[in-house]
């Protein structure tokens, strides 16, 4: 096992070790807010450095769900973290691809990472990933929103060049999709019999939304954490009812500020 | 995407929000969501066959056993696919660091936010373990360092965290635990390490 780990190890040798700090340090400096408004003004050098890692604040509240209310996480725990996660990251998209190119495929899926993660000894993650993999594709509304919104960002922001080229590939994904359905079919009638809640339409599944954000937020507080991103990165807690309706309203403009801030 | 979207199905009767407020550490009561159907199809890893005779290894196992139960049930609660805890656009920047990777269909970020998810929930939960073990309530670099050297499956993380840091505290932890420290810091003391090369 470690074999096939080490020449992946010593790649990220290769990285400048300033650039981790000065990232960091940027990361930390602005609050919230403050680093939405300086990520508006920031040079192209400094978005780079903050695309490398994963929000400070969006790790803290992961890492709290696991903690004791009472411990307290230092800021070099997280910065620690942070490039943990895009280490991680970076480490099974290389597996993946890996798999990609020897299966002459140019798309990485879903299945691909899941498998890599299978052959990197997280195999713990994948009876999880699998379950919400089938989960995510259960709902096929939420499903068929979330395929076409990162994709359509995804070909405005490249230009309308790079449209031809991911239209056809976006068709050719679903078709696995839609060949996906029959077997799926027996899935989800397993999943009705043992739950009493049926398949969810958008506005049902925003009362769940809101259910869910009630019910977690009972136990981890990710849920506001997701309102929060959702919101734009703004402190302020709006209550649930607000959330549902900005939720329901405005889900293609996060992605835009999203896509805006980035 | 679109026309399936602006037809919506029926809707049904909602009944009272579904609440779980278990304590942390409490077993989890059953709830209305019975974990069967997900078990058939994705079964659960199994225990470890040897568990360590130790209390505080095979304590270890089970709150490690508890950990991956709260993800089934987590995962089963999920009903919205479109807030993550984790910008979708950020990690598909990482992805694309690599320039041999081309296209990443839609779905892969999605996966990718709830496996970093985990894999923050698990380095944090092993890194906390350390800190309790030297009684300390703020979980510190070393701590992740500790956990990092004493779980196989994170060794491609040693040049993330330094090597002295780890080195150290993977010795303050064994001495602390009263293990005989290592050579070079292999795993084979870890009472986890048996988990991780089971077949499964």
Redesign the interface.
């Known amino acids: 096992?470690?074999n096939p780990?080490n020449p992946?190890?010593?790649a990220?040798?290769t990285l400048p070790p300033e650039l981790p700090k000065e990232a960091v340090a940027t990361d930390e400096a602005p609050p919230p807010m403050g680093n939405n408004n300086n990520t508006e003004s920031a040079t192209a050098t400094m978005v780079r450095e903050q695309?490398?890692l994963?929000?400070v604040a969006?790790?803290s509240?992961?890492?709290r769900?696991?903690?004791?209310p009472?411990?307290?996480?230092?800021d070099?725990?997280k910065?620690?973290?942070q490039?943990?996660?895009?280490?991680?990251?970076?480490?099974?998209?290389?597996e993946a691809?890996e798999r990609c190119?020897t299966e002459r495929r140019?798309?990485?899926?879903?299945e691909?990472?899941?498998w890599a993660?299978s052959r990197?000894?997280?195999?713990?993650?994948?009876?999880?990933?699998?379950?919400?993999?089938?989960?995510?594709r259960d709902?096929?509304?939420?499903?068929?929103?979330?395929?076409?919104g990162?994709?359509g960002?995804?070909g405005s922001r490249r230009g309308s060049s790079s449209l031809p080229l991911?239209c056809p590939?976006?068709m050719h994904?679903l078709h696995p999709a839609v060949c996906r359905r029959p077997h799926q079919s027996v899935?989800p009638a397993?999943?009705y019999a043992?739950?009493?809640?049926?398949?969810?339409?958008?506005?049902?599944?925003y009362?769940?939304?809101?259910?869910?954000h009630?019910?977690?937020g009972?136990?981890a507080p990710?849920?506001y954490?997701?309102?929060l991103?959702?919101a734009g990165g703004t402190q302020h807690v709006v209550g649930f009812h607000d959330d549902e309706a900005s939720?329901s309203s405005e889900?293609p403009p996060p992605?835009g500020r999203?896509?805006g801030s980035? | 995407m679109e026309p399936k979207s602006t037809t919506p199905p029926p809707p049904p009767v909602m009944g009272a929000p579904i609440a779980y407020p278990p304590p942390p550490g409490a077993a989890y009561p059953a709830g209305p969501y019975v974990h069967a159907p997900a078990a058939a199809l994705y079964p659960p890893p199994p225990l470890p066959p040897a568990p360590p005779s130790s209390q505080q290894g095979a304590a270890a196992a089970h709150q490690q056993q508890l950990f991956w139960a709260e993800q089934y049930r987590e995962i089963e609660a999920t009903t919205d696919f479109k807030n993550h805890n984790l910008p979708l656009a950020r990690i598909k920047k990482i992805m694309k660091a690599d320039e041999d990777v081309r296209m990443i269909a839609a779905e892969a970020p999605v996966v990718f936010s709830r496996a970093c998810e985990m894999f923050i929930l698990e380095l944090t939960h092993r890194g906390w373990a350390h800190a309790e073990e030297n009684k300390r309530r703020t979980l510190q670099k070393s701590d992740i360092a500790a956990a990092v050297a004493r779980t196989e499956v994170f060794d491609f993380l040693v040049d993330i965290v330094p090597r002295d840091e780890a080195k150290d505290a993977d010795s303050a932890a064994m001495g602390a635990a009263g293990i005989p420290h290592p050579a070079a810091g292999l795993p084979a003391a870890d009472p986890m390490g048996y988990y991780y090369v089971q077949p499964q």
């Open positions: 096992m470690n780990q992946k190890a010593s990220p040798c695309d490398r994963m929000p969006n790790v509240r992961i890492m769900q696991v903690l004791p009472y411990a307290k996480i230092s070099d725990a910065e620690v973290i490039e943990c996660v895009s280490e991680f990251i970076s480490f099974v998209t290389g691809n190119h140019k798309t990485v899926t879903s691909d990472i899941v993660m990197l000894g997280f195999d713990d993650y994948v009876a999880p990933l699998g379950a919400f993999l089938q989960r995510m709902d096929s509304d939420h499903g068929g929103e979330e395929r076409g990162p994709a960002r995804g991911h590939q976006q994904h899935s397993a999943g043992v739950r009493p809640v049926p398949r969810p339409m958008p506005a049902s599944g009362r769940m939304q809101g259910g869910d009630r019910s977690v009972g136990v990710c849920s954490g997701g309102a991103v959702q939720s889900n992605e999203a896509a980035n």
